[in-house]
């Protein structure tokens, strides 16, 4: 066919094989038909001339015949006799046409649901997506045009009439880039509502957009016969450097390659090398190995999970009943050789994760006075029945399908989950109360805070399992500032959404103002963006009034709904000036990008601590900022952004962990009728605090709303201690 082609001048292009590559293969083959000259011919624009003009008709049939030759070297084998039978190359056309692209309604029908209903598909690049469109628009562009031209070239006003209403459409780059839009998924969501505020984004407007933001991809080398699916060097490599190590980079590394739980850095930091150790067996002294470090910080009351050991261990004598003496040599990890004084069985109190407890016995338990914690064999567990499951989040252990031990992941190891209290509260404790404070700010709070407990100390390394899932960011650098002298002088703000789940109000989105001279921050709840602008003002307003002073200076983003002429005209008439951040540079807004982020992240951990449904977000959101307000601040000499504003630190005894579950009193006159043998209480979950001091949120379930009460109850999940034995053999300690 190569050798045709080129022999009578014919240009070659890729073959029609059926309705899957037709418009495709139409558009490239109108091209080239209209390059040989021979079009107008196969559309019938230039008709057979008679015969009586022997000349023309010649050249007319030459034409013809170059033309169908065209069409039997480009199409598949299968569909020749559909060339080859027509008596002339516009009917071959026209059974192509007929074949594989109908003008019927039904067909113009089924190509607007196709466009319509076309959705980007994110496992494949942003240009392929465009591609695909741009063939689909074309086809409807072509169809509508095609038909508007038959309609008035037979002066009729009742045929093609869909056409006729769609050809505008068609031809319009705001309307192709609108329906274009609708076919974007909702992970691009904020690029989608960034492009609708501006007015009249054209196609090409949008395609450049998304082609800024999602790059295609440099191309493979396909100069082999076969692609394997076995990642190649490069692809390991690149793999091994989105490795990024939490530890590493909480401590100002890069940390990458590796994640923490192969962390050389924070095993060194920690101390003490984990190590197997020999058992002996001598005549007059028994000896037993244990594997952990001697330096590790763990918490003093841990049992640790232990799969190497010879021996449950413990170095509290208290702990032991029925105790006996024995002379036993322990080796641990670092080659020091422990003497252990007695063994019998030891007693502890297991926490689980739904607040129940359990009195745990292990039998045959060494006292080893010198270990800093206590350790559970797992081998001899097993040998007794038990049975565990685990995942990254930590260890089940299991007796008779029950569960009665649970683990936490801290420092590399499993720590048994205990009821254990450090001073008043322990650290999590504090720390689930304060909507996930950094333990790094507690050292601040009893200076500038009033009505907490004892504040404990933090020990070690602090893991949150809530804190790491939604709090884990990218480094990016500070930018120096200069300090306002007065509150509200300049604030900065900036929208934040949209969030996947609405709130119970219909709420998407919400827009944060930051007092740069305090850092107080304050929200308002959008439903939509173009929102923003009005409750923009009305926080400056209130702030005004409240704290006697004027707003200068207003420092937002490039948002279409804070660039729109009235609301640059109304900080006009107000005297403020509007300060617009570099487009994607966010960090020169970076005030009220902190800020978004950081309430965010903490709503995060909320809901993921609380267990609460993601519609509760809003109120998430809200207590964070609640409580981020009355927490001290570095870069405000350790006071809290009340303090500055207020003159007096703020009194914080009364927050309590998001998500508690409570009993809610019911007001007498909103019981029912006949209510004296009804609850008086309803049950639900603290989710914020009301305007006024001993004012709380509740979200109540069974009402599918909030409410707020000052009249409750906490609920404290307890359980009676059922005494579990783990029974162990006797055998010799080797």
């Known amino acids: 066919m190569a050798e045709i082609s080129k022999s009578l001048n014919i240009p070659q292009i890729e073959k029609l094989r059926g309705a899957a590559n037709y418009h495709t293969?139409?558009?490239?083959?109108?091209?080239?038909?209209?390059?040989?000259?021979?079009?107008?011919?196969?559309?019938?624009?230039?008709?057979?001339?008679?015969?009586?003009?022997?000349?023309?008709?010649?050249?007319w049939i030459r034409l013809s015949q170059r033309a169908k030759g065209f069409l039997l070297l480009n199409i598949d084998r299968g569909l020749m006799p559909l060339i080859s039978t027509a008596q002339d190359v516009p009917t071959a056309w026209a059974e192509l046409e007929e074949k594989f692209d109908r003008k019927t309604p039904t067909s113009l029908h089924t190509l607007l649901k196709t466009i319509v209903t076309l959705r980007y598909n994110n496992k494949r690049e942003i240009s392929a997506h465009i591609e695909k469109y741009d063939k689909l628009w074309q086809r409807l562009l072509e169809r509508t045009s095609e038909a508007t031209t038959?309609?008035?070239?037979?002066?009729?006003?009742?045929?093609d009439a869909l056409e006729a209403v769609l050809l505008p459409l068609a031809n319009s780059a705001v309307a192709k880039g609108a329906f274009f839009l609708t076919s974007?998924?909702?992970?691009l969501d904020n690029v989608v509502d960034n492009l609708t505020t501006k007015e009249s984004a054209t196609y090409t407007d949008v395609c450049a957009k998304l082609l800024d933001l999602y790059p295609q991809e440099q191309p493979a080398d396909t100069n082999t016969a076969f692609a394997t699916t076995s990642p190649n060097k490069s692809d390991r490599i690149r793999r091994k450097d989105e490795k990024i190590c939490t530890y590493c980079k909480s401590k100002g590394f890069r940390g990458i390659g590796h994640l923490m739980v192969d962390c050389r850095t924070k095993k060194r930091n920690i101390g003490g090398n984990v190590s197997a150790a020999t058992a002996m067996d001598d005549v007059n002294l028994n000896t037993g190995y244990a594997f952990p470090a001697m330096e590790s910080d763990f918490p003093p009351d841990s049992w640790i999970l232990d799969c190497g050991a010879s021996s449950h261990m413990t170095?509290?004598?208290?702990?032991?009943?029925?105790?006996?003496?024995?002379?036993?040599?322990?080796?641990?990890?670092n080659g020091e050789q422990l003497p252990a004084t007695a063994i019998g069985t030891a007693e502890f109190t297991a926490l689980l994760g739904n607040g129940t407890t359990h009195k745990i016995c292990l039998h045959n338990t060494l006292v080893v006075p010198a270990l800093r914690f206590s350790?559970?064999?797992?081998r001899r567990m097993a040998e007794a029945g038990a049975s565990k499951t685990g995942d990254l989040e930590g260890t089940r252990i299991m007796v008779d399908t029950k569960t009665v031990l649970e683990t936490i992941p801290y420092g590399g190891l499993e720590i048994i989950r205990i009821p254990s209290i450090i001073g008043t509260v322990s650290v999590m404790q504090l720390h689930r109360k304060l909507a996930h404070l950094p333990p790094s700010a507690f050292a601040t709070l009893p200076t500038h805070t009033k009505g907490l407990p004892t504040v404990p100390q933090v020990k070690g390394i602090f893991d949150c399992n809530a804190c790491s899932k939604a709090k884990y960011t990218c480094t990016i650098p500070k930018a120096r500032?200069?300090?306002?002298?007065?509150?509200?002088?300049?604030?900065?703000?900036?929208?934040?959404?949209?969030?996947?789940?609405?709130?119970?109000g219909g709420c998407r989105y919400f827009i944060s103002v930051i007092d740069e001279y305090s850092r107080r921050a304050e929200i308002r709840f959008l439903n939509t963006r173009d929102q923003a602008p009005k409750a923009l003002l009305d926080m400056m307003t209130l702030a005004e009034r409240q704290y006697d002073t004027r707003t200068k200076v207003i420092q937002t983003d490039n948002a279409g709904e804070l660039t729109s002429h009235w609301f640059?005209?109304?900080?006009?008439?107000l005297g403020v000036k509007h300060k617009l951040s570099i487009a994607y540079i966010h960090e020169t807004n970076g005030m009220a990008e902190r800020v978004n982020r950081t309430v965010t992240s903490s709503a995060r951990a909320l809901l993921f601590d609380s267990g609460l449904p993601l519609c509760m977000w809003g109120e998430a959101v809200t207590h964070a900022i609640y409580t981020k307000n009355r927490m001290p601040h570095q870069s405000l000499g350790s006071k809290s952004p009340l303090e500055i504003l207020m003159g007096e630190v703020q009194d914080v005894g009364h927050l309590q962990a998001f998500g508690s579950p409570a009993h809610v009193f019911i007001p007498e006159e909103k019981r029912r009728t006949a209510g004296k043998l009804l609850a008086r209480t309803v049950e639900g979950f603290l989710v914020g605090y009301g305007e006024q001091r001993n004012q709380y949120r509740f979200w109540i379930p069974s009402l599918g709303r909030v409410v707020i009460s000052r009249d409750f109850k906490l609920r404290v999940i307890t359980s009676v201690p059922e005494i579990i034995t783990i029974e162990t053999t006797a055998e010799q300690q080797t």
């Open 150 to 159: 038959r309609s008035k070239a037979s002066d009729s006003t009742s045929h």
């Open 568 to 573: 640059e005209d109304g900080l006009a008439k």
């Open 25 to 59: 293969w139409r558009s490239i083959a109108t091209t080239f038909l209209d390059i040989m000259g021979v079009w107008d011919v196969v559309t019938g624009k230039t008709a057979k001339p008679d015969s009586t003009e022997t000349t023309s008709e010649a050249s």
């Open 315 to 333: 170095p509290h004598q208290s702990r032991i009943t029925n105790s006996q003496p024995v002379k036993v040599m322990v080796t641990i990890g």
């Open 481 to 504: 500032t200069t300090k306002t002298s007065t509150p509200y002088h300049t604030i900065h703000s900036d929208i934040c959404g949209p969030f996947s789940v609405p709130t119970p």
């Open 184 to 187: 974007l998924p909702t992970s």
């Open 375 to 378: 350790l559970i064999l797992w």
